[in-house]
């Protein structure tokens, strides 16, 4: 399972980093800390995206 970081999420979703941080702290994103860096499994950002309506290739 691949695990994301903040900025590849970010990339992902065409947010801001600091808009997925404020996301996981709000646990909007499901997500976990790894030291200081949050970090987003794939499964977790799967689940996100279905659940705000959008496609998974």
């Not at 941080?21 to 499994?41: S, Y």
């Amino acid at each position: 399972m691949k695990i994301y970081t903040v900025e590849e999420v970010a990339d992902l979703l065409t947010l801001k980093p600091e808009t997925v941080r404020v996301m996981l702290r709000d646990n909007e994103i499901n997500g976990f800390k790894a030291g200081k860096a949050w970090r987003v499994t794939e499964g977790d950002l799967k689940k996100y995206i279905q659940d705000q309506g959008g496609a998974i290739a």
